[in-house]
């Protein structure tokens, strides 16, 4: 498990360092490990360290004196090394060290095979435009790349793209969302001794081997029922294939039984694929989790099917159709009670019409950013505080955003993108990026839903399970917002595998779903 921190909270974490008189002792690790990190890119790039040509952009602040410092080590192992003070000032100690070692500073960029950006740090937040083109060079960024918010990931077009990033004392938020995931390349981490005054995290990245902490392991006297049953509202005449995605997406996780809730030929078409599936025209029979929304029609029966899935109390997912549905039914039927009471979606959805506000984190929204625009633009038409968001401000800020629709609905969201972001309503976030380019294909998300509806049904089964003898067996069951990382890291790690053999449909997601598992 990976954990990330804002700028804000390793700022906080240095200060008893600071005040201690330890600033030098940080410093002095994060060049070292700067250093190191140049090295090793110089080793693999160039085959050797003296003779080589580094320069650096220094900005005036303690992440310039980071790269000077690291510079100055440098020259001392036969690096040709140059600075260029972007702000005609520099960190003094870093910069005298820095020609004592025999670095030399210039007016401009010159040729080099690796360029350290260290114009400016976390606590940068504005505009920022480069003082230079990004050179064909090897770009490495010190702590962050310069002019990337550290906590959203938003950048503007003036931030240069690292190929590396080497960041100190803990990862960063906005390394991993946003622009922030790309801009950074890859990204190390040095350990400069913060540890014990790190607070809780901002954000948790989960790693393969969270997953077998979060997946339950089937025992000798489990039935079907302990594998966990889903309810799958999915399909219509126009999207049929979008059921048979998402049928083969839960199937594939290892659920007990897929109850499918679609028309008949829908019904006939996934029967055909997999013959195993109980499908019937309305809700019936015993589920533990819902799943609801790819390619559904906007008609009674799949209204219904929804009010049922929604008013079960269980945990369900809400995709796609069922999105637009919801958001549609919340603005027409705002305030009226007795339409919901008569349609018996129960307490949750009285609440949800005439408070705005879903009461529980069992129900995972999944939107990508155009949906949750739309969604967060119902429900701010009578919110004084709240002034909806467009696509592009998600997309540029989608943890900001997630949080928010989650703390604001009361639910748990995964909302997608180049990086999956996962929030609950308390604000826990979780953020995966396992992904692969050729995941962004009609059907990916159909799949997900059916990954995602099948672990909230076999997690929240597996803890309550009981042996033979009657002893209650299994732990206590993740949280929602813990599921949803975990299907964003199954689903994920299944295009990666896909993606060996080039370029596929999502109708290939499934037995690669299935091999992602087998390796968690």
Known sequence: MITAYTGAQVRAAERPLLESDEGPALMARAAHGLALAVVNALRTRRGSVYGTRVAALVGKGNNGGDALFALAELARRGVRTTAVLTSGAAHTEGLAALRAAG????????PADVVIDAVLGTGFTGEFRAPAPRPDALVIACDVPSGLNADTGAAGDGVWPADLTVTFGALKTGLLVGRGKALAGA????DIGLGPHLPAPDVTFLEPADAARLLPTPRPDWHKYSRGVLGLVAGSEAYPGAAVLATAGALATGVGMVRLVAPDAVRHLVLAAHPEVVGTRAPQGRVQAWAAGPGIADDDDQHHALHVALGSGLPAVVDASALEILGRMLAEEQGNRAHWEDARLGEVM???AEDRTVAGEHLVLTPHAGELAALLGTFAAGETDLEPPERGEIEAAPLHW???AAARLGVTVLLKGP???????????FVQGQGHPFLATAGSGDTLTGILGALLATTGTAQS????????????????????????LVHGLAGRLAAVDGPYGAGELAPAVRAALAAL
């Open 187 to 190: 990204v190390e981490v040095v």
């Open 350 to 352: 009285v609440r949800l």
């Open 419 to 429: 990086a999956t972001v996962c929030a609950a309503p308390d604000g826990t976030a």
């Open 402 to 404: 997630a949080r928010e």
């Open 465 to 488: 399970s009981t042996a033979q003898d009657g002893t209650a067996q299994g732990s206590e069951a993740p949280r929602p917002v813990e599921v949803a990382a975990l299907a964003a």
């Open 103 to 110: 670095g030399r500073v210039a007016e401009e960029l010159e």
